[in-house]
């Protein structure tokens, strides 16, 4: 059974570190200028280039238009995207970028299984050669109430569906990280239920805004934020957007996900963005730009509701927004 313990995403939202705590840019580019950043990571200065991502090549490709910042809304800096995370996997705090660089993404393979007509392990750059790269600049609205705006590349979630080819019986789609607790240390906490597992269902895997993530600004994911395979699925909480996939399994039923399965009370299936239904524990009304600090309103859907409100009609299901 999962011991419930104090979290980061239990913090109220006051207490998320001010921005100007967390990351003083000067002290940055400071700290590139002396060697000292770059020699910790070496070729890991935000902006560079992962070395040692043999898709690099494949980018920068170019932005499909039909996706915008949102009004009033600019593309968040790049080093606060890449240095202020969420991932588990390799510790609670949001500095794990460095931590994260322990990665191995080559060799790596997804799997797909369950309710498809022929189940398939794929290598991630076969993958990729099969995909229709493109480039979307999308919102993400994080639980704790931290937002950003970022250029992510990849492919349409149903491209893919469309080459896993599941079958009539399939009604979800349960999605799973990499487990390896000797690259990352977040999973020797015997306490969460590991491996990180999120899903969908198949009308919201094949809606248009779906995406699958290989690349952000231009170049290829890197490791902190899910490399090299991620999901971006920008009208729900960022939970619901699982990094470093292995896996694919199509269902007839829904599955439990890893934050579902932590706290159902207060981490739900659906999980949409909503203004109006707040955390058990603080109000979604507002959420804090990354980068600028502002305080903007939170919209319904993340302000996407005139692509996916549709899918949620009729739809009374307590956890639709949490
Ligand atoms: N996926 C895994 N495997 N582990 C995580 O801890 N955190 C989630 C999501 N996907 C998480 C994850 C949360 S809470 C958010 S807000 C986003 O990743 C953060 O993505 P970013 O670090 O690229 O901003």
Known sequence: MAIRIPR????????????????NRRQIIQGLAAGSIAAAAPGLAWGATDSDDPSAGLYPVARNERFEPGEGRKLTDEEWATRYNNFYEFGTSKKIWKAAQALKIRPWEVRIDGEVESPRTIAIDDLLSQMPLEERVYRHRCVEAWSMVVPWTGFAFREFVRFANPTANARYVAMETFLDPETAKGQRQ????????????????????????????GKPLPRQNGSPLRLAVP????????KSIVRFT??????V????????????FWANVNPAVPHPRWSQA???????GKRIPTKIFNGYGEWVAALYEGNTDATLYR
């Open 8 to 23: 980061g995403w239990e913090l109220p939202e006051s207490a998320v570190t001010p921005e100007s705590v967390f990351l």
């Open 190 to 217: 015997d306490w969460y239920p590991w491996p990180y597992v999120e899903g969908l269902t198949m009308e919201e895997a094949n809606h248009e805004l779906a995406f699958l993530v290989t690349g952000l600004y």
């Open 235 to 242: 009208w729900k909480y960022g939970f619901k957007s699982i």
């Open 286 to 292: 507002t959420e804090k730009d990354l980068g600028t």
């Open 257 to 268: 996900s890893f934050w579902e399965e932590m706290n159902s009370r207060e981490y739900g």
């Open 250 to 255: 199509f269902t007839t039923e829904r599955p």
